[in-house]
């Protein structure tokens, strides 16, 4: 603001968006002359980056809130999310490794509503408008319907929003499927 008004004589701007503020542990602004803060690279080594970004996505900064930045605080998201996830993962992998285990493969296909009297070109709109297909998209829906059933593909589950038209969309494919 103050170059911008020095430079051009006017106001650089006139709206602006402010964010929370990542501060030390003692709540004054990191500062490498008064080195009140771990070195990013040192705590990555020593914790991982994702720790790092979970702890910064979970904080008050993310509501543009000012953060008093923790060491702690990235160890606890270690301890109470990065461990448990690892945790998980390596006792599958233990035992299905163990056991032979061979995961099915399997497609997924995502399949939207077909056109609504609000959403004429099929493109998502938002919005409340909780209304059911129009006469081309009940059309659509039988089209995509006959080519699922040509193509072979076996569903064990259909899962729609709780939208009226995507229900009717997955009703109408249903009646397709063996």
């Known amino acids: 603001m103050v170059l911008g008004a020095a430079l051009f004589g006017k106001n650089p701007f006139s709206n602006v968006i402010v964010n929370g503020i990542v501060l030390a542990e003692d709540g004054k602004k990191m500062s490498k002359r008064l080195k009140n803060y771990t070195d990013p690279s040192i705590l990555m080594d020593h914790h991982g980056a994702d720790a790092m970004r979970f702890y910064l996505m979970n904080s008050p900064v993310v509501q543009a809130e000012d953060l008093r930045f923790t060491d702690a605080g990235v160890e606890e998201v270690v301890k109470k999310v990065i461990l448990p996830l690892w945790n998980t993962y390596s006792f599958f992998t233990t035992y299905a490794n163990l056991d032979h285990y061979q995961a099915d493969t399997g497609n ?23 209304i059911d297909l129009n006469q081309t998209g009940v059309k659509q829906a039988h089209e995509l319907g006959k080519k699922l059933s040509m193509s072979g593909i076996k569903f ?13 969309t997955a009703s109408i494919l249903q009646s397709y499927l063996p």
């Open 108 to 130: 997924i296909y995502y399949v939207r509503h077909g056109q609504t009297d609000n959403n004429l070109h099929g493109v998502v709109n938002g919005g409340d408008d909780d």
């Open 156 to 168: 064990d589950v259909i899962v729609t929003s709780p939208m009226t038209r995507t229900k009717h």
